[in-house]
């Protein structure tokens, strides 16, 4: 916790001899939870604070390049291209952001409930075993029968191997390569991501509060502790340009299904947009 502490004071400026700058995205349409927290934190550090606000019609203009940049059909992180785009604008290289949080600190509802994840998992197995890789199969199966046995510190270990170089940290390192920037994520750091695993569970999650001790370390900071509860990425942010295009995808998904049969039983409207985006040039 001591250290904990240290690390958020010296986020706070309190060592610094420069004004720090913070960044935060939220749709030009409408004003989020998110976005007043960020507010108030950057208030609390005396930061100077720049909101990205783009409205859907820019996101839309700028989805297809968004796709081709992380060369995925991953949506859930457009928000990132918009926060590697005003970095450049404003003669930044090099920033950090929090992605691996909840990856570290159980800030998923998966943690409070193995068994459930566990479920999932071998359901998802079986319905997608003719997509997978043998060897991508035989990963997952020990993950479920680890997880079985209750074996907590399993999750974390498949999250810094697979879920996050594949998921979450392609499009923060490639929407940033395609402005010129370097994101960096400090809650991924090496020692540090080794001292959380090695915390005793209770650290970590305390009865239905996850992120626990990151919690107590920002209020040790004098920082706002939000408590909030957890959404779908990039849906706060840019609420409407999701609505949009899930309405879109309901409308091909047939075509696109017929079109693509192999990974037809994969596809939902979730997934179809990026699909289609790309499917159309």
């Known amino acids: 916790l001591k250290k904990l502490n240290q690390i958020f004071k010296i986020m706070a400026a309190k060592n610094t001899t420069t004004k720090l700058t913070t960044f935060s995205v939220c749709s030009e349409e409408y004003e989020n939870d998110d976005l007043i927290s960020a507010r108030e934190v950057s208030k609390k550090l005396g930061t100077n604070h720049i909101e990205v606000r783009p409205n859907k019609k820019e996101a839309m203009e700028a989805y297809s390049d968004y796709l081709l940049t992380i060369e995925d059909i991953n949506h859930r992180f457009v928000f990132y291209y918009f926060l590697a785009k005003a970095l450049q604008e404003e003669g930044y290289k ?16 998966v943690y409070r409930d193995l068994q459930t ?38 999750l974390y270990w498949f999250m810094i191997k ?43 999650l305390k009865g239905k509060i996850e992120k626990s001790i990151l919690r107590e370390a920002f209020k040790e900071a004098g920082l706002p502790s939000i408590q909030r509860k957890k959404v779908f990425a990039g849906t706060r942010t840019l ?38 985006v790309l499917d159309s040039g």
């Open 94 to 109: 090099v920033a950090i952001c929090g992605e691996g949080a909840d990856e570290m600190y159980a800030g998923y509802p």
């Open 117 to 154: 994840y566990v479920n999932k998992i071998e359901r998802t197995t079986q319905e997608y075993a003719g997509l997978m890789s043998q060897n991508m199969s035989k990963i997952i199966k020990h993950l479920a029968t680890k997880l079985h046995k209750g074996k907590f510190k399993e």
């Open 162 to 204: 697979y879920q996050l170089p594949y998921f979450q940290l392609n499009p923060v390192d490639k929407c940033s390569m395609r402005f010129g920037v370097e994101l960096r994520v400090p809650y991924l750091d090496l020692k540090h991501s080794l001292a959380i695993i090695n915390l005793n569970k209770k650290w970590i």
């Open 239 to 276: 609420p409407d340009f999701y609505t949009t295009l899930t309405d879109l995808a309901v409308s091909k998904y047939d075509l696109l299904s017929k079109k693509y049969p192999k990974i037809a039983p994969a596809l939902d409207p979730i997934e179809l947009y990026s699909l289609d």
